[in-house]
């Protein structure tokens, strides 16, 4: 749990904590905590999808004026190609 997240829990679950509390704001809190645990969890399965890639990446480091060429060696799985497909999808609101 991030500090902002603890932060925003800890006011709505103990409203006597801050001065001139208000349910409303209490429920804005309340969704913001969700939302950014949500999107952590979401950086998480994207941050695995890329890790296969950013392995990869090293095979060919140096940059050698290279970046346009084909990478001609994959150290990652076929899997990795799928949940990368399907991490994007998710991330666009589309199908896989």
Known sequence: MSDIEAKLRYRVGNPSAWSAY???????????ADLIA???????????????FAEAAFV??????????IAWS??????????????LASIKGGAE
């Open 60 to 69: 060919y480091d140096p940059p050698e004026g290279d970046d346009a060429d």
């Open 74 to 87: 994959h150290d990652f799985p076929i899997g990795a190609l799928r949940r990368a497909r399907t991490t």
């Open 38 to 52: 949500a999107l952590r969890a979401k950086l998480e399965v994207m941050g695995e999808a890329l890790e296969p």
């Open 22 to 32: 208000d349910e409303g704001a209490s429920e804005l809190m309340r969704e913001a």
